[in-house]
């Protein structure tokens, strides 16, 4: 059932599944990096990572830059 799931995704955004969902973490990680004060460890844990060093590596590889410049860049 799954790759029924993972097909319809990818007909309907031209993207994989996958990738559909880390550009939904990405989006709300920005959000919480640019309207919060929050540590990047508590928005590690609030988006379901467990590991920050491994949110950031991944955080980096999707935008070219560390959640904490991210951060200093794009403070209203």
Same mark, same amino acid.
């Given at each position: /059932?799954? @790759?029924? &799931?993972?097909? !319809?995704?990818?007909? #309907?955004?031209?993207?994989? #599944?996958? !990738?559909? *969902? ?12 640019? &309207?919060? @004060?929050?540590? *990047? =460890? /508590?928005? %590690?844990? /609030?988006?379901?990572?467990? @590991?920050?060093? &491994?949110?950031?590596? +991944?955080?980096? =590889? !999707? %935008?070219?830059?560390? $959640? +904490?410049? &991210?951060?200093?860049?794009?403070? $209203?």
């Amino acid at each position: /059932a799954s @790759d029924v &799931y993972k097909r !319809q995704v990818k007909n #309907a955004t031209g993207i994989s #599944a996958k !990738q559909y *969902i880390l550009n939904k973490i990405l989006i709300e990680s920005k959000r919480l990096l640019t &309207y919060t @004060d929050l540590p *990047i =460890s /508590a928005i %590690t844990e /609030a988006l379901g990572y467990e @590991d920050p060093s &491994y949110f950031i590596r +991944l955080f980096r =590889s !999707q %935008t070219n830059m560390t $959640p +904490l410049n &991210y951060r200093r860049n794009t403070k $209203p």
